[in-house]
């Protein structure tokens, strides 16, 4: 059973930062792509991030390039989202996943990720 948890979230000013971390266990972390999502209040879920198996490849929506990082860790199963400079527009629950097929690289569609996490809030207030 693969099991993917994030946390990290939190209240934060504007322009502050903030680290959310996802551990994935139960199966092998390297053989995962791995994306972060984000769903803010009456929206549709969105793309924010993603990394592939090892790390080569690496995305992000346009609203947050240059602002965001995204990384990987294989020795401690876990993806982080390194957020900074953050604006109101960037509150939303934020939802880890993973993508366990033979893709070869992360993408940005929702139906690619089999396993995802219960999501931590993220609120930026002004």
């Known amino acids: 059973q693969v099991q993917v948890v994030e946390s990290g979230g939190g209240l934060v000013q504007v322009e502050g930062s903030l680290r959310l971390s996802c551990v994935v266990s139960?199966?092998?972390?390297?053989?995962?792509?791995m994306g972060w999502f984000r769903q803010a209040p009456g929206k549709e879920r969105e793309f924010v991030a993603g990394?592939?198996?090892?790390?080569?490849?690496?995305d992000y929506a346009d609203s947050v390039k240059g602002r965001f990082t995204i990384s990987r860790d294989g020795a401690k199963n876990t993806v982080y989202l390194q957020m900074n400079s953050l604006k109101p527009e960037d509150t939303a629950v934020y939802y880890c996943?993973?993508?366990?097929?033979?893709?070869?690289?992360?993408?940005?569609?929702?139906?690619?990720?089999?396993?995802w996490g219960q999501g931590t809030q993220v609120t930026v207030s002004s």
């Open positions: 139960g199966r092998i972390f390297s053989n995962y792509h």
């Open positions: 990394i592939s198996r090892l790390g080569r490849y690496r």
């Open positions: 996943a993973a993508d366990s097929t033979a893709r070869a690289r992360s993408t940005r569609t929702e139906a690619d990720y089999n396993y």
